[in-house]
């Protein structure tokens, strides 16, 4: 493959994929996101993602010549950068010089897996995001669905926070909670929405032998009312100290590990 | 009481409060640190924190009053600000002016609680180990020990993310995970190291009845060989998915929600 090497901070090519680092109107106008660090770039490409660029500065090709080499193969355009010019790319202090810019297209999967599903309003910190889907995967939580106005699980803290399970995860879009209620109601999954109430349903007592849509708010305000409303119960986490409340991601890591511990669901695929 | 009023960016008693937003070293000199926030300088006074100092802008007098009120009864000297002298105590970015300068002397419990008990090893990451705390008090973890280099419990972004919770928590301070080991071994608790080893003991499996320490490590590297050896056992967070491990703070959650689900421990107090 032709295999480019940009030295100049100026070159269109470089700019273009910048932006991505930054504006996520452009990564949505684009339907492209920017992938940074060798580990998480394989994680992009064994996952299926399409690179449309590779960029690897010219100390990362000394460091990581095998991580360069399994990206080069699947990269549609390669380009070698001067040290420099990578730090163009780079949302963090101490990059390894490694960036893929990839198609978010493939993100979006068709159908809704008949399994325990989390649901997240509104969230809006990208470290919460990105912890959030990482957990997921590690329980075997089916899918995620980012509802209303979610982070982009696309920009780069996100990712990072992931550890590349947004890759591998299947992610939907929602415009709104009770949307993606009336999706999975249709199918026939249960729906809890999580609340720090006390009177509510106590989680430990819930059966997740059924295909479950777990709904959890955002950091600040928890689930809208309409949320709190569409869904089948209210659940809750029995507390014993006096906080008011787990912290949103503290609170989706403990409702996915109850799904999990009650088990797949029957029929689960 | 006397108030007096500070129009000056220089004036020295604010110039020296501020050297406590930015510098751990200072706090840990001075034996003091800086609460920001109506909400959490008041946590701070409820549960019996001494206030050496109250600053309020004049703009937080208006919004504030209640508040303020009752923290002027508590702090031994209180300062109106001009607000532009405000921000230079303030570590966010829409202040609400409001600051006590307090001791880190009472925090210091002399035992530790024949309860539940978690331990955490080179913590690095404020937000972490503030949603740690949080999350600690709401599922009624008695004590937490930090050992080794943990990040200062005391920095303004801790005591943020902690929710006031890092004030109502008994926390005892460990040169090293072992030392905390020892003591606790010779009280009588069960020890166990968190591992993502898939071999270690579930934490399903375990009996929580017992006076207990768990022990958690840094969110890169996990536990210390030492820390590993020096524990009773090896436990372990079973999972369905593909991710490495959970991060720190998920991980804790999780463990913490499994002693708090085992009940509380036969003598707890």
Redesign the interface.
């Known amino acids: 493959m032709q295999e480019l090497f940009i030295s100049s901070r100026k070159n269109e090519t470089l700019r273009e994929a910048a932006k991505l680092l930054v504006s996520g109107e452009v990564r949505r106008e684009k339907g492209l996101f920017l992938a940074e660090g060798a580990r998480l770039c394989r994680d992009a490409v064994r996952s299926g993602i399409t690179v449309k660029e590779l960029f690897y500065t010219q100390s990362a090709g000394e460091k990581y010549p095998e991580y360069i080499m399994e990206l080069r193969e699947k990269a549609e355009k390669v380009f070698c950068l001067a040290d420099h010019a990578g730090e163009l790319l780079s949302g963090t202090k101490n990059t390894q010089g490694i960036f893929c810019v990839c198609s978010a297209g493939e993100h979006e999967k068709k159908e809704i897996p008949y399994n325990h599903c989390l649901a997240l309003e509104n969230v809006q910190d990208p ?1 919460n995001l990105g ?1 959030v889907l ?8 089916g899918s995620v669905l980012l509802c209303g106005a979610c982070c982009d699980v696309f920009s780069p803290k996100v990712l990072r ?1 992931s ?1 590349g ?1 947004v890759f ?1 995860l299947p992610v939907f879009f929602f415009p709104s909670l009770p949307a993606a209620v009336a999706v999975l109601d249709a199918k026939g999954f249960q729906t809890f929405a999580a609340v720090p109430e006390s009177d509510a349903f106590p989680v ?1 007592e819930a059966d997740f032998s059924h295909p479950t849509l777990m709904a959890v708010g955002n950091e600040g305000s928890g689930l809208s009312r309409e949320a709190k409303e569409c869904c089948g119960r209210k659940i809750t ?1 029995p ?9 949103a ?2 609170s989706a ?2 409702l996915m ?1 109850e799904m ?2 009650g088990g797949a669901p029957h029929g689960a695929g």
């Open positions: 470290g912890t990482r957990t997921a995967e590690a329980l075997g939580v926070a550890m399970a591998r430990t986490i507390m014993l100290g006096r906080a008011e409340s787990l912290n991601a503290a890591s403990i590990w999990m511990r």
